[in-house]
């Protein structure tokens, strides 16, 4: 399966909106903003319901691509800023930041941005305005490729991501 292949999803589900939001300190606070702004980004913590890996745009592809097709599969995913956003079970992003660095495989994997406890990112917004084509102002709001549709969804742990990004990193792109 190539997640590529599908257009952004347009909204995010109740269920997975209840997910993001229990990542905030004042889950009820966020439901409210996304009740009143749903079109808006929202900024999240990292570390209690997810942590994320953010990658550039053409690794990341390459490494989801790889995630669906000899994996299991992934969790959410989102595009922020050109940036492909991998949400990962709690703990992985420290855990796959000593990997990478302990491993002689570093060297193949670009430099990965791995967003932990301590940390926020910016969420793209859970709908999307019929405005909201490439083209739209605002565009560089973010996008759902894998909307979180669940209140307990998938997250892979740092050894997934870890061959994922190992096999992206060495297989040459014109096998793809």
């Not at 399966?1 to 993001?20: K, R």
């Not at 997810?50 to 992934?74: K, T, Y």
């Not at 670009?110 to 969420?123: E, N, Q, R």
């Amino acid at each position: 399966m190539d997640i590529w292949t599908y257009q952004s999803v347009e909204y995010v589900t109740v269920a997975g909106e209840a997910w993001l939001a229990s990542a905030s300190e004042y889950p009820r606070s966020m439901r409210a903003l996304w009740e009143s702004r749903p079109w808006a980004p929202s900024v999240l913590p990292c570390g209690r319901a997810f942590d994320v890996i953010s990658m550039p745009a053409l690794f990341g592809r390459r490494v989801l691509d790889e995630l669906w097709a000899s994996g299991p599969g992934c969790g959410p995913v989102a595009v922020v800023r050109g940036r492909t956003l991998l949400f990962v079970q709690p703990g992985a992003a420290p855990r796959l930041r000593r990997l990478l660095a302990w491993e002689e495989w570093a060297r193949d994997v670009p430099p990965l941005l791995c967003h932990g406890k301590g940390d926020t990112v910016t969420v793209p917004p859970v709908q999307r305005t019929a405005g909201d084509g490439p083209d739209a102002p605002g565009h560089g709001r973010g996008r759902w490729i894998v909307a979180p549709e669940s209140r307990d969804p998938w997250l892979p742990g740092a050894s997934v991501v870890l061959w994922a990004c190992v096999r992206a990193a060495r297989e040459p792109v014109e096998a793809r």
